[in-house]
């Protein structure tokens, strides 16, 4: 969806409200990569270089979250910066909640978690009924188009779960097949490619193949973090965590940077004011409202 294009009311004197979600396109879809691998290599440099610990570097990513998306709900439009911070953070807590999830507290072996299947099954099911709680409160699915504070929410709830699922499916194809984290990163890169035909060759709904790629990067980006820290002789580019973390900031900012520049010459459209899908009434708008007539 192009922006510039005015929306009209859905209702009399309703007004607009000020978009707080970017719209979906290439460059969302770099941003969220490369935020989901900083998130990736930005635990295991806490975790693991720093020897921070588990349960620190849990508590420091948990609180980072908290700030970010209370922040992010109670602003009144888009602000780059804090929504791809909240991405980030969604990526970091995922990554420990799969991590507890699949095997067990402490980051042990699979023999203290569920194992990376059953942990796939389960946020599958959580997901599930998210997007069915999502539908019964009459909400859209358009994630472009979300103006009321309550689809928002369920917005970051899926965002959320979303990551952490893209882990622990992540984690499955690469240590319960056999994969590694190279021929994963083909197989999931491939899967990535028939999902981009799918929505320009085929009439699969849009929203459906939205949450497919946002899943399937969460473990494209942990490959793409691999890549990057991991010494030479055993396929990476040996950045090391501290390395791979600095450029990938400096990538993501730079990238923020940017498109807070293009919304600045070009900004955001307005949205109608939110009603509710199945009865019609007004919902609490999560942007500032707007009045202005047609």
Do not use: C
């Not at 690469?174 to 197989?187: K, Y």
């Not at 981009?196 to 793409?224: K, Q, S």
């Amino acid at each position: 969806m192009s922006s510039g294009a005015m929306l009209k009311p859905t209702g009399p004197d309703l007004g607009y409200v000020m978009r707080k979600l970017p719209h979906v396109t290439l460059l969302f879809w770099i941003l969220k990569i490369v935020a989901v691998t900083l998130g990736e290599t930005a635990g295991d440099l806490l975790g693991i270089t720093l020897k921070i610990g588990y349960v620190i570097t849990a508590l420091i990513f948990l609180a980072f979250f908290l700030v970010v998306v209370v922040a992010q709900v109670s602003a009144k439009r888009f602000h780059s910066a804090l929504f791809w911070a909240v991405v980030l953070a969604t990526s970091m807590v995922g990554t420990e909640i799969s991590d507890f999830l699949n095997r067990g507290f402490g980051h042990g072996s699979a023999q203290h978690g569920i194992g990376y299947a059953w942990g796939a099954v389960i946020l599958t099911g959580i997901l599930a009924a998210i997007f069915l709680v999502w539908w019964r409160t009459g909400q859209t699915y358009d994630v472009e188009n979300i103006s009321s504070r309550k689809g928002e929410i369920l917005y970051w709830i899926a965002i959320l779960v979303s990551n952490t699922l893209g882990t622990s499916s992540g984690d499955w194809l690469s240590d319960d097949t056999g994969l590694g984290f190279r021929n994963a990163f083909s197989v999931i890169a491939g899967i990535m490619v028939l999902i981009v035909a799918a929505h320009y060759l085929t009439n699969i709904n849009g929203m459906v193949l939205f949450w497919l790629a946002f899943i399937l990067t969460r473990p494209l980006g942990a490959a793409g973090g691999d890549s990057l820290t991991k010494p030479v002789d055993e396929g990476g580019l040996g950045w090391g965590t501290l390395g791979g973390s600095v450029a990938l900031l400096a990538l993501l900012i730079g990238l923020i940077i940017y498109q807070t520049i293009q919304v600045r010459r070009q900004p955001l459209e307005l949205l109608p004011f939110p009603v509710s899908r199945l009865t019609g009434q007004p919902q609490q708008p999560n942007g500032r409202i707007i009045n202005q007539t047609a």
